[in-house]
Antibody, heavy 122, light 108 residues
Framework: EVQLVESGGGLVQPGGSLRLSCAAS????????MNWVRQAPGKGLEWVSF????????HYTDSVKGRFTVSRDNAKNSLHLQMNSLRAEDTAVYYC???????????????WGQGTLVTVSS | EIVLTQSPATLSLSPGDRATLSCRAS??????LAWYQQKPGQAPRLLIY???NRATGIPARFSGSGSGTDFTLTISSLEPEDFALYYC??????????FGQGTRLEIK
């Protein structure tokens, strides 16, 4: 059974940092590209970042470029999002999401974690 | 950036009714559109990918159609568990991946 479990969320002051993690199991993690998607309270879904299965391709939405860094450790089946210079508008539930195609960049998200809440407030 | 516009914002129907949800893209996205369902407190679930392909385990009452700029998600006969939020998502012109703003399907 595919499982994605996020952790690392919490309350942080503006300008602070957090590191989110996503622990993957039930599939060959090293063969699938992964994404972070966030959802502000009561709002819709917003794509944040993509990392290819081999970490060779990385993309970010414009609002987080230069502040967030995505990485993965295929040996440990884990995905990470280092978030620096956090702003109030980064407050959201952050989901990790798996893509559907092995060794591909298809960007259909067939499995999601349960999400971890990041609150940026003083 | 591709903008996806979903309509209506809210759809009020009864169990057993047919639901038709729309998603319009600001430019052609071929058939690279997915639909997700989200229930309160839960992560989104992939329903349809590439406009018309049901994801694994999705009941046959869910179907998708369309290409280019206009897409439709149809639920043929609503079950109580189908009342939820629905999002469309495009993957042809990325980054960024973009989602529609959502349609809330509520019980009438």
């Amino acid at each position: 059974e595919v499982q994605l479990v996020e952790s690392g969320g919490g309350l942080v002051q503006p300008g602070g940092s957090l590191r989110l993690s996503c622990a993957a199991s039930g599939f060959t993690f090293s063969s699938y590209s992964m994404n972070w998607v966030r959802q502000a309270p009561g709002k819709g879904l917003e794509w944040v970042s993509f990392v290819s299965f081999d970490s060779n391709i990385i993309h970010y939405t414009d609002s987080v470029k230069g502040r967030f860094t995505v990485s993965r450790d295929n040996a440990k089946n884990s995905l990470h999002l280092q978030m620096n210079s956090l702003r109030a508008e980064d407050t959201a539930v952050y989901y990790c999401a798996k893509t559907t195609l092995e060794n591909g960049h298809d960007q259909n998200f067939d499995y999601w974690g349960q999400g971890t809440l990041v609150t940026v407030s003083s | 950036e591709i903008v996806l516009t979903q309509s209506p914002a809210t759809l009020s129907l009864s169990p057993g009714d047919r639901a038709t949800l729309s998603c319009r893209a600001s430019q052609s996205i071929s058939s690279y559109l997915a639909w997700y369902q989200q229930k309160p407190g839960q992560a989104p679930r992939l329903l349809i990918y590439d406009a018309s392909n049901r994801a694994t385990g999705i009941p046959a009452r869910f179907s998708g159609s369309g290409s280019g700029t206009d897409f439709t998600l149809t639920i043929s006969s609503l079950e109580p568990e189908d009342f939820a939020l629905y999002y469309c998502q495009q993957r042809v012109h990325w980054p960024p991946i973009t989602f529609g703003q959502g349609t809330r399907l509520e019980i009438k």
